[in-house]
């Protein structure tokens, strides 16, 4: 268990750590909707064809 007079510099980082929590978690929420969509979306057809 860490001492008391250090809680303090937790607070902070967690502080900073919440919105890259956010950021990182919002970018895999979209990767995950773009593979999804890409999956459900028939194939088009290859133009070089």
Known sequence: ?????????????VLYAIPVVIVLGSIVV???RDRRD??????T????L
Do not use: C, K
């Open 30 to 32: 979209t990767i995950a």
């Open 38 to 43: 890409r999956r459900d979306r028939p194939p």
């Open 1 to 13: 268990m860490p001492p008391i007079a250090h809680v303090g510099h937790w607070a902070l980082w």
């Open 45 to 48: 057809p290859d133009p070089n």
